[in-house]
C-alpha cells in the first residue's frame, strides 16, 4: 500500500456522502489508506464519517477538532500521521475520476525523482460550464513563478518533509507557498489524463475574501515575484513573516541543506557557492524567527 489520501474536513456536510461514494469507487480501492481531520466538525459529519469507518475495507484515521485551525496545520498534520509513501490531496467539494489515484500512483513509482503527481482537470463554475486546465504539462518556469499543481496532487512524501510541509501562518495560500518551494528543489510528473473536476463556487477563502489576494501577494513578495505582485495588498502583505519559513519549514529545509553539506563532504568536494549562499539565507532566516519570538513573548 503506497497511498494515503487525506482530507481536512470543515463545513461539508453537503458534500460528504457523494465524497465517500466516489471514494470507494477509486480503481485503485481499497489498497490505499484514507486519514481525515474534522475541524469544528458539524453532528452530521461525525455521524457520516463514524458509520464509514465501521463499514468501509479502507484503512482509516478519523481526527477531529473543536477549534478553527488553519489548512496548512490541518495538512501537516494528516501527512505526519499518514503511513503511505505518497500523500494525495482529495478536498471534499470536488470529484476525483476513478483511475486518477491509481494514475497518480504509476508516475511516481516509475519516476523515484518526482516530488509530485498533477495532470490536468475540469474547472465546474456556476451553470455546471466547465472549462479544461492544465491540459499540457508547465516548464520549469511555469513552476517557479505560479501555482500549476491543481486541485488534485499526489506527493512523494519524503519531499514534503525536506522542504518542511506547508507554512501554517497562511489560512488561504498555504499551497501556493509550498507549490513554490518545491519547484526550487524538486521534479514534477504531468499524467496525460485529467484527475477530476474542481468545483469553483466562489464561496472559498481565496475567492470569498480579500485573504487569498493579499496572501497571494505576501507569497510572491517572498519569492521575489515582483511582476506579479498587486501593489493594492503590498501593505497587508508585509504583516506575515516573509523572511523565513515557520520554525517548522526552517526545520525541514536546514535538513535538506545540512544532508546536502555532508554529501559534498563526502565526496571531498568544495561546498559550492549556491549551497553557501542558501545555508547563509536560513541562518538569517532562523533569527529573525527568534527575534519574531522573543518579541512576541515580551508583548504578552
Not at 469507487?25 to 486519514?35: Q, R, T, Y
Not at 536546514?254 to 557557492?273: K, P, Q, T, Y
Request: hydrophobic share 40%; aromatic share 10%.
Amino acid at each position: 500500500m503506497y497511498t494515503t489520501v487525506i482530507l481536512s474536513l470543515y463545513r461539508g456536510e453537503k458534500y460528504l456522502s457523494e465524497y465517500l461514494r466516489h471514494l470507494e469507487g477509486m480503481s485503485l480501492f481499497p489498497n490505499f489508506e484514507f486519514m481525515v481531520r474534522a475541524v469544528l466538525p458539524s453532528k452530521g459529519e461525525m455521524e457520516i464519517l463514524e458509520s464509514f469507518q465501521r463499514y468501509t475495507q479502507l484503512p482509516m484515521g478519523l481526527t477531529w477538532t473543536s477549534r478553527h485551525e488553519p489548512l496548512g496545520r490541518t495538512w501537516n498534520e494528516l501527512i505526519d500521521r499518514s503511513s503511505g509513501k505518497f500523500v494525495a490531496i482529495w478536498n471534499v467539494d470536488d470529484i476525483r475520476f476513478p483511475a486518477s489515484l491509481m494514475d497518480q500512483e504509476q508516475l511516481l513509482l516509475d519516476d523515484p525523482k518526482s516530488a509530485v503527481a498533477c495532470g490536468p482537470f475540469w474547472v465546474v463554475g456556476p451553470g455546471k460550464k466547465r472549462q479544461l486546465f492544465e491540459d499540457t504539462a508547465p516548464t520549469q518556469f511555469d513552476l517557479r513563478t505560479g501555482f500549476h499543481l491543481g486541485p488534485f496532487p499526489m506527493f512523494r512524501k519524503s519531499a514534503l518533509v525536506n522542504i518542511g510541509g506547508f507554512d501554517e501562518q497562511f489560512v488561504s495560500a498555504c499551497d501556493y507557498d509550498l507549490a513554490l518551494r518545491l519547484a526550487e528543489r524538486e521534479t514534477v510528473s504531468w499524467s496525460s489524463n485529467v484527475l477530476g473536476e474542481f468545483r469553483n463556487s466562489h464561496s472559498g477563502l481565496s475567492t470569498a475574501t480579500c485573504v487569498g489576494l493579499i496572501e497571494r501577494t505576501a507569497i510572491e513578495l517572498r519569492y521575489g515575484l515582483e511582476g506579479k505582485v498587486n501593489p493594492v495588498f503590498r501593505g497587508r502583505a508585509r504583516s506575515y513573516c516573509l523572511d523565513q519559513m515557520t520554525v517548522r519549514g526552517l526545520k525541514g529545509s536546514l535538513g535538506a541543506v545540512f544532508g546536502e553539506i555532508e554529501s559534498v563532504r563526502h565526496r571531498n568536494r568544495r561546498l559550492d557557492l549556491k549551497s553557501k549562499g542558501r545555508l547563509r539565507e536560513l541562518l538569517i532566516a532562523m533569527r529573525c524567527v527568534i527575534r519574531s519570538w522573543t518579541r512576541t513573548f515580551q508583548r504578552s
